[in-house]
Every structure is written in structure tokens, then in C-alpha cells.
């Protein structure tokens, strides 16, 4: 897809352990992200979803990681080649971030004017009133009542789901044409999560911004994007719209989406994944799911490279029984 | 998450004694243990075995290093390496009691602390403990020892005096955030006794802690120990000691250097390895978070 | 009959002078084999009263009964009885366990505690429990961090049932695992359920409330704004509060 905004394909992302060891956390990731799409990225822990958002943000030599292989390009710019000082007209210009909101958010030792200040300016200088009246406008974008005071204040004084609108306002402050989202409403109670989500589709409507809502959250990735990316255990298993969810053709995505509890009666069977998800780097050859997966035979364990297939348009998957389970 | 690798429970010895060592720190903790093993047992064993006493006058004085004599000999004809090693129940001995009487009373004394619900106790014995600790260790231990007269006994006392503070802040500051974990809770709900619950539950989180300062220390220790014999206030001559024996050969540094170099290297041989120790340690908790 | 009840129960924090009111008079009933929810956002108080009724936590106001009687007699919390009928599984799963501890000795202390004080029976008793809750025997013998939030929390669960106890407070258990972890905790309460376990069950994921639990008390701000039975409450909540909680939940969409 040439006209696609951001191109992943079989990326692989290398931590350093010690001196001699590394540790593979992303072993093939694949997929695109289209100028406007609200894409949803889905996995649980150890599925290295996180490594992957900061390969997108230039961050990932903070963790002492490094992108072993594959491409990986932003706009034809090729973000693996890209130098520190090309990656700071990047960061922030073209592409935003919204941290997690139970972990990062604002510094709490500066007020939400002075962040904001600095999230609009990035490093370049600006008249103080300017700055300002974009930060009162931004604060109104993400509905944030009497902006002017809240300018003042620290982060202790607001609520969580008012710091993450925060954060959302920073990310948002240069209009960036992708902004990667990881887990921003992960702790925030439901109430705020359903508000912070329709700011995201309006923000995605009105700025045209495409971006990458990263979620262990099936039903809510189902309800709010437009296309979902599986991964698991370090690999992009899937990739699948929204509205065709049912219509999985992997074993992995089938198993999720079954095993949402808001699908069965009270007290009914639950449908639940066997086993443990694969430690982090002890991965077995061939597909990693083999082992917790219904229609696993010998040959899914077999040593071969694991191929992204064509489904569709739109659909990508890596289940090399996916004919023989879905039909053709 | 954890990141420890997936070991099968039926993975062979060897195999998990390799993964251990490949671990972060490693190296460092076995180099550092055998290193100080070695001198330990050495000190140890040598004197009972060696062809010399440690007294003994076996040759002319300030004999230089030679095959019977590998470190020479001293200005009154005593062999050095003898020497050198029976320094060592004196300079490590000393140095372990001096670290582990400390950190046995001061653990316990932090736990109760923790535990305590009585107010006034509680800031009494915490002020107490940071008066103590506020004094530098080695200007103390000198002005004790003007007190308590020399010996090396009276440095143990000295140093268990003067260190226990240190050890029951660490001990307390842990024990206080531990009684604050879900396990202890879950204790409670348990119905276990209070004894059970110190003991089993409380006391081995503590004294991870304060165990792993407890090495650090011990080196802090064994150079304390070696500095106030070198000043003349622990160790007394005939006794062998590294300290006292770098003073003693001072005098000598021009013609005989074995005198000073020796024990030197031993007191370093020491603190190095520990060192290792601790390095290869903390090497491995920051590989591990 | 109603193994627990709550009368006029209140919990004021007390801090450097100021006076936070976490829970607000509130009354509250778990009939015996039921399976009752406490959903509310944090901060709501729920965690706080969760923990009143496992006797953890003394109400400045009103008091607790177990079977009719009072599991506080003045300033004593009422141990014995009520220690092998109430039992609690927490929030996180990575200071649940004690760090020192193998699992299985952690499991077959409660054992010889309460059960059996031979050391061989009690560790076979602790292993079949941990085995009912899915822990292999390999990984019995691991320390705690050797196993993923999941398995902890299973073992959390163990150990709590090792008591044998009629009641099981969960507080948010299954708010820091992964799905899978989820649906596997749920599955094992759903078979507890079946076995006859009383489950008082603290969440603010309603998807969790509106699969195991019979009857539900909404609160916020240390108050019960509306309780009853679950399918009620799901399906046409009176309350203002409940009714934004209802609709903010994601839908399962596009049939």
C-alpha cells in the first residue's frame, strides 16, 4: 500500500541483556497504518506491543533495545536510519504520544501551564502569548472546563481522567499526523474510559489524525477502532477489521474473542485460553500459540518462518491452518 | 511479568548451575567467594600446617623474599608469610564478629521497631539510632579506645556499640514497608501466631536487606580493623595483624619493602574480593528488576 | 441466612488534621451460597469496606455480624470462628505472596495451621488444592517470582481456601492479570461457586460483576446508591450513577 502513512513489515526488536545475551521481544511485526485510521493494537503481556510503540517513538534505546531487522518507515522516512536530531522533528511534530495513564502523565513538579507550554514549543521559541492561547485551546479540544485555572495547577489537584486529557492535549498540540496511544485508560474507571475514547474519535475526525490505540481490552478496541493488529508473543498474528471480528482467522483471536466474558451468560462456560502465555524469549519454533491452541497439529511447531497471509483486502493473518480450519 | 528463563524442574545440575552463572553477576560472586575463601581457609589452616610459628625466630633479621622464606623475614627474624596468614582470625575474625554481632541485635532491635505500636517507643529508640549513627565510625572507635584501653576485643565491643544504629535503620525501614505488604495482611487473616509471623514471614524479607549492607560492611570493617592496629590501638605486638605489622615495618620501608607490601596486598586481597562479591550482587538485583 | 450483615457501617480516615469519610453508613447483606458484587469507581470506598467485612479493618461506626454475632467485641476483632469463615484474595497479585516463601509452603502452613499438622499430609493436601486451582506440581515448588500474575493470584486462592472458609472476599482480583488470567480466575470461582463458596466480590469491571455475581450494591463516594439483583441492575438500573456506569461499558457492537 503505497499510500499508507506508517510501514511495518517484519520488524524485529533485540534488547540487550548483558554483554553477550539478547533477547528477542519482537520477533515479526507487520502491518500498515492508513492517514486517519483509528487502529487498535491488541496483547497481553510479554506480546511486546509495548517495544513496538517505542520503535514508533524513537525510545527504544532507553530500554537498551534495538531493532535487530525489517523496515519500518513513517511517511517514506525510514524511522530505523533515522538520526537523533531527525527524530526530534519527529517526536512530538509528526508523531505524538500518550503514555499510560497509570504509569507516566504529567511531571509533578511543574504545572500543567509550564508542560503544555513545553509540549507546544518543542524546544523552538515562541511568544509567550501565543503559546498560551493554544494551551487554553487545546484544554477546550479535550474538554477540560476552566482551562485557565487548570493551567495553574499542579497534577496532584486533578483527577486522573483529567491528567490523562492532559496528556492527550500535549500529544495533540502540534497536530501530528500519527499518534500512538498506549493504554491511556488502562486504571481509569469506565465512565472516564468511555469519554477519553470519544475524544480520541473526535480528535481522529476533526485533525484527521491517524492512531494507534494499543489495549489488552478486546471489547473496547472492537467497539472504538477501525482495524485491530493480534499480537502475541512477540509477533503481529493478526490483522483483521473491526466489524469482522467474528470472522477470525486465527486460533489466537478466536480464543479472545470467545473468552470475552461479556459474550456469555452469568455463571455460564467460560471459554478460556489453556496454559500459560510463552516467557519472554523461551519461545518455542514455529507458531507460538502451538502450544495453547485447539487446532495446534505437529506441523505448527515445525521450524519454519511463520508467513503473513492474505485474506483480504484489509485482513492478514499468520495461522499457516487457517484454510484448513475456516474453509477457503 | 518475571523474566526468569522457563527452567524445566527436571533440567540437569549442571545445566542450572550454568544458567545461574550466566546470570548477570556471575562472574563476580564466584571469583569474589573463592578468592576470599581461599585466604580464609589458607589463614586457617597454614599456621597449623606451615614449618614456621608465627613467633618463632627462624633466620637473620630482614632476610629478603626467598624459597624457604616466600614473603622474607621481619626485623626480629620471624617468617612473614606465617605471619601474614595467622593475621588472619585476627583481621577477618574480628572483622566478621565485628559485622555480624552488630547486625544480629541491630536487625532484631529494627524488627521490634517496626512492629511497635507504641508511639513513644518507637521515637525514642529511632532518635537514639540516629544520634548514633550521625557520628563518624572511625573518630568514635579512636576516642573509645582512649577509654576502654586497646585490644582487639575492645575494638568488637567498640564497633558493635557503635554500629547496631546503622543496621536497625535498615531493619526497620524494611520491616516497615514488609508489614505493609498484602502477605503479612493475609497473616492476619490466617489467624497465625505473632511468633509465626515474625519469624517466618517478617524477619527473612528484613534480612535480605540487611544482609546484603551486611557484606558491604564487612569490608568497611576489615579496614577499620586493620587502621586501628595500625595506630596502635588494637592489635599489640607479638600478635600477628596486617595493621600492626604495616606499622611495625614502616620504619623498615627502604631496605625490607616485604614488610609493609605483604600484608598490604593482604588486607587488599580481602577487601577486593569481597568487593567482587558485592559488585557481582548488585550486578544481579539491577539485571533481574 | 445471611452469613454476613452489615449494620450502619461507617470508616473515617483520619490524616495530619484533616478527616476523609471513606465509607458513609452503609448496610449491607451476603446470604449464604450467593455470590455479591460491590461495583463502584476508585476511591469509592469499596476496597475499604471490603476489608471491614474480613474484620482487617475496624469501622469507626456501626458494626459487622458473622451467622448474627458481632465479629468485633468492643476492641477485639472476633478470631477463631470467624477466621476460618472469612477469607480474602487481593488486588495484586506481586505482594500477595510472601517473596521467601515457595508456594507450596506457603499453602501448606495454612494447612498444618488449621487442618492437619503432619508435615507430609499437609504438603499433599496443599498440592491438591494448588492442583484444583491449575498449578502443576513443578510449579508448586517455584518461589513467587517465578510465576505469572495469574498463577500468584491462583495461588493467593489456595491459600485462602486452605482454611476451608465459608465466605471469600475478592478484592479487584482480577484487575492487574492478563485476559487469559481473567477467564481462567473466573472459571475456578464459578466452580467454587458451584461448590458451595459464599463470594463477596469487589470490582469496578462490570463485565466481571454481570458474570459471577447474584445481587449487586453500586457505590460511590462511600455510599450504596443503589443495590439489587444483578439482572436487575443491568438491565434497567434506577439510580442516575448506575445508569452512566451501565452505558459506559463498551458493547460487544456490530451484530
Sequence with gaps: MSNALVQIDSLCIDVKVTRTRRLTIVNSATFDVHPGQLLGLIGESGSGKTMLCRSLVGTLHRRGAYINSGSLTFNGIDLIKATPKEWRDIRGKEIGYIPQSALAGPNPVMTIGAQMAEAIQLGEKMDKSVVRKRAIELLEIVQIRRPEIVLKQYPYELSGGMKQRVMIACAIAREPKLIVADEPTTGLDVTVQAEIMQLLKQIRKDLNTAIILVSHDLPLINEVCDDIVIMHAGSTVEKIPSANIERTRHPYTEALYKSRIDLVEPRGKLITIKGQPPTVGDWPTGCRFAGRCDYAKPGCSADVEIPSIKIGPNHLTSCIRQAEIWGK | ?289 | MNLLEAFDVSVTFKAFGYEVQAVKNVDFVLPQGKVVGIVGESGSGKSTFARVLTGLQEPTGGYVTYLGAPIQDGKEIYKGELRKAVQMVFQDPYSSLNPRMRIINAVAEAVRVHQNPNKAEAQQIALDLLKRMGISEIDAFKYPSSLSGGQRQRASVARALSVQPKILIADEPTSAIDQSAQSQLLELFSELIKDGLSIVLVSHDLGVIRYLTDNVYVMQNGEFVETGSSSKIFESPSNAYTQKLISSIPSSGKK
Design chain 2, 1 to 289: 511479568m518475571s523474566n526468569n528463563k522457563a527452567f524445566a524442574a527436571d533440567a540437569s545440575r549442571k545445566e542450572r548451575i550454568k544458567e545461574w552463572v550466566s546470570r548477570p553477576g556471575g562472574f563476580g560472586i564466584i571469583t569474589g567467594s573463592l578468592m576470599f575463601a581461599a585466604i580464609t581457609l589458607v589463614g586457617f589452616i597454614y599456621p597449623l600446617v606451615g614449618p614456621y610459628a608465627a613467633d618463632e625466630f627462624v633466620g637473620e633479621s630482614l632476610e629478603g623474599p626467598s624459597l624457604s622464606h616466600p614473603m622474607g623475614l621481619d626485623q626480629l627474624g620471624r617468617d612473614v608469610m606465617t605471619r601474614v596468614f595467622s593475621a588472619v582470625p585476627a583481621d577477618i575474625g574480628i572483622a566478621f564478629l565485628g559485622v555480624t554481632i552488630p547486625l544480629t541485635i541491630g536487625t532484631v532491635v529494627g524488627i521490634l521497631l517496626g512492629i511497635s505500636k507504641n508511639k513513644y517507643v518507637v521515637s525514642t529508640v529511632s532518635s537514639l539510632i540516629d544520634g548514633i549513627n550521625a557520628f563518624p565510625l572511625l573518630i568514635i572507635a579512636i576516642a573509645m579506645v582512649t577509654f576502654l584501653g586497646p585490644g582487639l576485643f575492645n575494638v568488637v565491643i567498640i564497633l558493635t556499640l557503635m554500629s547496631w544504629a546503622r543496621y536497625a535503620r535498615i531493619a526497620r525501614t524494611k520491616a516497615v514497608v514488609v508489614l505493609q505488604q498484602n502477605y503479612i495482611e493475609a497473616t492476619k487473616l490466617m489467624g497465625y501466631s505473632k511468633r509465626r509471623v515474625i519469624s517466618k514471614h517478617v524477619a527473612p524479607n528484613v534480612s535480605s536487606e540487611s544482609l546484603a549492607y551486611a557484606l558491604s560492611d564487612f569490608i568497611l570493617v576489615i579496614i577499620i580493623v586493620s587502621g586501628l592496629s595500625f595506630l596502635g590501638f588494637a592489635a599489640r605486638p607479638p600478635m600477628p595483624e596486617w595493621g600492626s605489622m604495616i606499622a611495625d615495618g614502616r620504619t623498615f620501608l627502604g631496605q625490607a619493602w616485604w614488610l609493609t607490601v605483604f600484608p598490604g596486598l593482604a588486607i587488599c586481597w580481602s577487601a577486593i574480593s569481597l568487593s567482587f562479591i558485592v559488585e557481582g550482587l548488585s550486578r544481579r538485583d539491577r539485571g533481574n528488576s
